[in-house]
């Protein structure tokens, strides 16, 4: 086991006062595309923000150049499960990586995979994003509890290393908010923004909004930019 430097699970943004927040589904190495759909939204990167839902490697074929946009100081991404596996890639299970994209990684010199691990360690596992309509929150899959607050909790305070890890595993792979069709959605912010689950459209449950409309499948899918203090797509 590698060491990893110990980050914030949970990060603050303040309100973007001279630009717009933005938010993008999942990317799967597709980042061609994703810079065409900022240039069509006209984003701005001197003002505006980009934050992802995290997915930002695997199945597309530009998986590489994820380094080049973690520099980038207006890019700000949550970890997802694909993420995770690059954190954990000398102790996940490979085999459902590789079945799942992952591939590419194992091709890398062992260096070139340990700097991608300790890049992908100081991935945040929640973002919360001021704006002046109210609290944001942002995560791969799914906030696991009735409350915003229970689940920075128990990301900020785990009581046991397995508990965070059973919390983050929920955080970044559940699919039963989507699969149940369930509105009650997630008290202490105006909305909770999520991708995983590829979808035609948007999908709002509550305040919950899926945003992955499968950007990274070229052909039938589009990659969905979400204005954050209007909740409209850019
Ligand atoms: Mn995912």
């Avoid at 938010?23 to 069509?40: K, P």
């Avoid at 997915?55 to 997802?80: A, Q, S, Y």
């Avoid at 954190?87 to 990586?97: A, E, I």
Wanted: charged share 20%.
């Amino acid at each position: 086991m590698h060491e990893l430097p110990e980050v914030p699970r949970v990060k603050r943004f303040a309100a973007n006062t001279v630009g717009r927040d933005i938010a993008v589904g999942d990317i799967h190495g597709h980042f061609t595309r994703l810079q065409a759909a900022l240039e069509a939204a006209r984003f701005n990167p001197m003002v505006d923000r980009l934050f992802s839902v995290g997915d930002l490697i695997d199945r597309g074929p530009e998986c590489p150049d994820v380094l080049h946009w973690l520099d980038k100081p207006w890019f700000h991404p949550v970890c997802g499960n694909h993420d995770d596996y690059v954190v954990h890639f000398d102790t996940c299970d490979v085999d459902s990586w590789i079945f799942n994209g992952g591939l590419w990684f194992t091709k890398l010199p062992l260096s070139e995979r340990k700097q991608f691990a300790a890049k992908f360690a100081g991935l945040p596992i929640a973002i919360e994003v001021e704006t002046a309509q109210g609290l944001i929150g942002i995560v791969h899959a799914d906030c696991p509890f009735p409350s915003w607050e229970q689940m920075r909790n128990e990301l900020q305070f785990p009581e046991s290393e397995q508990r965070l890890r059973q919390v983050q595993n929920r955080i970044m792979w559940s699919r039963s908010r989507i699969d149940l069709l369930e509105t009650h959605g997630v008290e202490g912010l105006r909305a909770l923004i999520v991708g995983h689950t590829p979808l035609q459209q948007p999908v709002r449950l509550g305040n919950v909004i899926h945003i992955d409309t499968a950007g990274w499948r070229p052909a039938i899918g589009h990659f969905t930019l979400l204005n954050l203090a209007t909740l409209e797509t850019a």
